[in-house]
């Protein structure tokens, strides 16, 4: 390439900064939501934005769209940040936007991270956007069901923004190559790393690529140069947001679907991005039971000593024992017929809470209450022939009820056999 090099003033802004779109079309990976037929682009060729949430992981270009958006309808941008904003702020952005509105000028008020406001201070946006004082653009990277109030959530429009894949993350470094004027010093095998390096953000691969040029000679570097270069980036992962749980949940669905290879990657995915292994632990012992159960007793015991190996061995050797408890959970037979039977009964116990237990499964230890028939007909288990009384243990007028009921997998088979033998033989007795 003989693109010229940027200007010096250019030259000491971020790479990211100097590369950012001055069209929706060019945001890379977004097209369909920007493109010509999607909800935000129409939005724009119609010149008529309304107030919305964008949603989507770090380096995606939420802020970038949020500022064309601005642009391409003529509006005033307003940008402030919820980490270093306050009541006192918004309303003096507020004032600001209605004396431009009284002049003929609209604003884009764009709050970075707005999940980061708590919900009294959410509820200051409302009427400046009912009244058409701001158009508000809010962006997160957390799930605004669970961290923007309803009112606001009623006001505006949610779009999900995607994770940038290898394509659009491939494009976004063709540009930055071109801006320069010439080709990054990587190999085809380095060139396929640093991708793979950004984790889907388009900041974090300009920030690298920054790096590459910076220290980079004339011969390409190769992968072992890359690594020695760049160190390690650490995957986007917020341990107390999103990311956190989108993992547990993959991993937890992966061990319920017998899916050994996806539920061991899941797992490195946490422990490589510094997951408390205890929550991993955690979530294995709570499979056993859920989604393993009594089709297979030994899963529980598995995930607890996995468990308290790791506490003795520590991280290296540790880590093999979470590792086979993960693939013993994922390859055991699986049934909830545990939890459904917990849940059922706890129904049932919630509803039926002040009936009293049947006499004879009562102690009398008083004359008085064996005069009253406490303990009356009660049947030692181990002096029938076949250690089973038979005698029904719940309340009177509550009538049996079948909260249990194994599967034809695993164990659960063979506990089966034996509550269809024991209800021939209660049958029998009445």
């Excluded at 390439?1 to 945001?27: E, F, H, I, T, Y």
């Excluded at 993959?250 to 050994?260: E, G, I, P, W």
């Excluded at 946490?270 to 056993?288: F, S």
């Excluded at 064996?370 to 007909?377: N, P, V």
Aim: neutral net charge; hydrophobic residues 40%; glycine residues 8%.
């Amino acid at each position: 390439m003989n693109v010229s090099s940027p200007p010096a003033s250019q030259g000491s802004r971020p790479l990211a900064d100097r590369l950012r779109p001055s069209r929706l079309a060019d945001v890379a990976g977004q097209a369909r939501l920007l493109g010509p037929e999607g909800p935000i682009g129409r939005m724009a060729a119609a010149r008529l934005i309304t107030s919305m949430v964008l949603w989507g992981p770090p380096g995606c270009g939420k802020t970038t769209i949020a500022r064309l958006l601005a642009s391409e309808t003529d509006l005033f941008f307003e940008p402030l940040s919820a980490l270093q904003s306050g009541v006192a702020d918004l309303r003096r952005v507020f004032d600001a936007a209605r004396k431009r509105r009284d002049a003929g000028q609209g604003t884009l008020l764009f709050c970075d991270e707005v999940h980061h406001f708590n919900k009294n201070t959410q509820d200051v946006f409302l009427p400046h956007l009912e009244d058409g004082t701001v158009t508000f653009v809010g962006a997160t990277t957390e799930n605004p069901s669970f961290e923007l109030n309803s009112a606001l959530l009623s006001r505006v429009q949610v779009f999900v923004l995607q994770r940038l894949g290898d394509e659009a993350l491939d494009a976004v470094l063709n540009r930055a190559e071109a801006h320069v004027g010439r080709v990054l010093p990587l190999d085809a095998p380095a060139r396929k790393l640093l991708i793979s390096m950004a984790d889907g953000d388009a900041r974090a691969l300009l920030n690298m690529v920054e790096q590459v040029y910076a220290v980079g000679g004339p011969d390409p570097l190769d992968l072992a140069a890359l690594a020695r270069l760049l160190q390690r980036r650490a995957p986007s992962y917020d341990k107390s947001g999103d990311g956190h749980y989108n993992l547990l949940s993959a991993f937890h669905k992966s061990l319920r679907a017998s899916d050994a290879d996806a539920a061991l990657y899941w797992m490195c995915r946490m422990l490589d991005a510094g997951e408390d292994w205890r929550t991993i632990a955690r979530r294995m012992t709570c499979v056993a039971s859920e989604d393993v159960g009594l089709a297979d007793p030994n899963a529980l015991v598995q995930a607890t000593t996995a468990w308290e190996a790791y506490e003795r061995l520590g991280e290296a050797e540790g880590e093999r024992a979470l590792a086979q408890a993960c693939l013993y959970l994922a390859t055991a037979p699986k049934s909830n017929a545990v939890e459904v039977a917990l849940n059922e009964a706890r129904d049932l116990a919630r509803r039926t809470g002040g009936v009293m237990p049947p006499m004879h499964a009562v102690n009398a230890p008083t004359k008085t209450m064996k005069d009253l028939g406490f303990h009356k007909g009660y049947i030692y288990d181990h002096d029938t022939p076949e250690g089973f009384s038979g005698l029904d243990y719940f309340p009177e007028g509550v009538g049996r009820h079948e909260f249990y009921r194994p599967i034809e997998r695993g164990f659960e088979r063979e506990i089966r056999k034996r509550l269809q033998y024991w209800d021939k033989l209660r049958a029998r007795r009445k």
